[in-house]
């Protein structure tokens, strides 16, 4: 069996947008699993194969419903963004949040260290941590749900390189994990175009050690500040909604 508590090097907030500027740095010993690229947990007992949560239909919910329970620690605004965030799925896809009853498989949200969640269904009750400082803004919200949902960063795809470069000297060495590719084996596309403006990018100053930016477009006519629009803005793109739609709606 694998050591149950890892010592990882990382940034635990995914909180990337420059509003929400709450970047925290530090060693983290963590019960749950271990934290890869920012937010994404994995469980110390399974390894890549978890990656690949999209391909895997073993790690989608079930009759496009996701069964959860919220903490009664959250304060009733904060109830409201979280809510907000899950009815931008029922109003824009076929996928429902509802609220758990006697399901095996569900959601427990509450205020844990840092925003982060699994990636998929992975059985029975399974943590999203959504700390009240720092990780209850609709967008935040949305991109943690899209985890639970089974879908991986945009800027991790295994084509990405065509389409960015990252600035690998703007970065802390630290965190250069946090700009990992994913093997096509671990990435399901959807055979979608890349999304610079997806809900599951990061910004273009994500994990920057200074003002310069981590990474670029390389795409000719895409400003850097589209990097990650979605999570800044509160919306999904057209291709977020493609992907959510072929993954659970067909
Ligand atoms: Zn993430």
Partial sequence: MRILLLVLA????????????IYRQGQKVTPYGRLVEGDIMLLNERSVGERAALRDRRYQWQNKAVPYVLSNSYSS?????????MEEYSKLTCIRF????TQRDYLYISSMDGCWSYMGRIGGRQDVSLASRGCIYKGIVMHELMHALGFEHEHSRPDREQFLNILWANIDRNNWDQFQVASSFEFD???????????MHYDGWAFAKGKEPSMMPKQTGVDIYELGRGLEEDRFTKLDLTKLDKYYCR
Avoid: G, H, P
């Fill in 10 to 21: 990382m940034v635990l907030d995914v909180v990337l947008c420059s509003k929400f500027d």
């Fill in 77 to 85: 605004s904060e109830v409201a963004v979280i809510k907000s965030a």
């Fill in 98 to 101: 509802i609220q758990r009853t």
């Fill in 189 to 199: 596309t959807l055979s979608e175009a890349y999304d610079y403006r997806s809900v």
